[in-house]
């Protein structure tokens, strides 16, 4: 994950260097790269989740994405849309689930074994879709912007992660599984910020786990800050 932030900051970096020189010379207007880098890492929780799961500690998100913008005549709106990866990691405290397991709905028990982290991580490919303003015509990459969206995403991995110790040798316990998990997600999006920075928040609309397979209360819940060329 270290690698592909390096390699999508340099990307952006560019992407921002070719905005900057590119100039429309008939009204003096930026015309800005329309392809673009999206970086984002907050903070991911589940909203609605039943008093029986103990999240704690500060679940991770990281997102990128590869964006194309495309200018809405000469105002300050364009529409983008785009295709990434969206990543999400929930800690749970003294307790675990139970996936191997062949009862229809997902079980969250007390832990058996004294985990030092446990948590349960997932990882969809994601297109985004955002209207988006921008406050200043003359460079896009710098003054005030908004961008309200939605992102339609499909799951492609799901696992749960224990850590712990057995005489003294650290011990991984992991195990894949998407059985519980509702193929696709539909979150809404906000992006507010200045420059190439913003902050950020997405919203489930949709369920978590399958219908009868898990609380259908759930809803993941994003907060965080995004780099991004435009």
Not at 133 to 157: C, D, T
Request: hydrophobic content about 40%; aromatic content about 14%.
């Amino acid at each position: 994950m270290k690698y592909l932030f390096l390699a999508a900051f340099g990307l952006m970096l560019s992407t921002t260097a070719v905005a900057q020189s590119n100039k429309d010379k008939k009204d003096g207007f930026a015309m800005p790269s329309r392809d673009y880098v999206m970086i984002q890492i907050g903070y991911d929780t589940w909203n609605s989740a039943p008093d029986s799961i103990n999240i704690t500690g500060i679940g991770r998100a990281f997102n990128a994405y590869i964006c194309y913008d495309f200018p809405i005549q000469k105002s300050n709106f364009s529409f983008a849309a785009g295709l990434g990866i969206g990543t999400s990691n929930i800690y749970l405290k003294n307790q675990q689930v139970v996936l191997t397991d062949t009862t229809a709905f997902i079980q969250f028990v007390p832990e058996t074994q004294d985990y030092k982290k446990y948590k349960i991580s997932t990882a969809y490919v994601e297109a985004p879709f955002e209207l988006r303003f921008f406050s200043n015509k003359e460079n896009r990459n710098e003054g005030f912007k908004a961008a309200l969206g939605l992102r339609v995403g499909a799951l492609v991995g799901a696992h749960s992660k224990g850590k712990r110790t057995f005489n003294s040798k650290p011990i991984i316990e992991k195990v894949n599984t998407k059985r519980y998990l509702d193929t696709w997600r539909y979150a809404m999006t906000l992006r507010l910020g200045y420059g190439n920075f913003s902050v950020y928040g997405v919203y489930q609309l949709n369920s978590l786990f399958r219908a009868g397979s898990g609380p259908e209360s759930i809803r993941p819940l994003q907060i965080g800050i995004c780099l991004s060329g435009l």
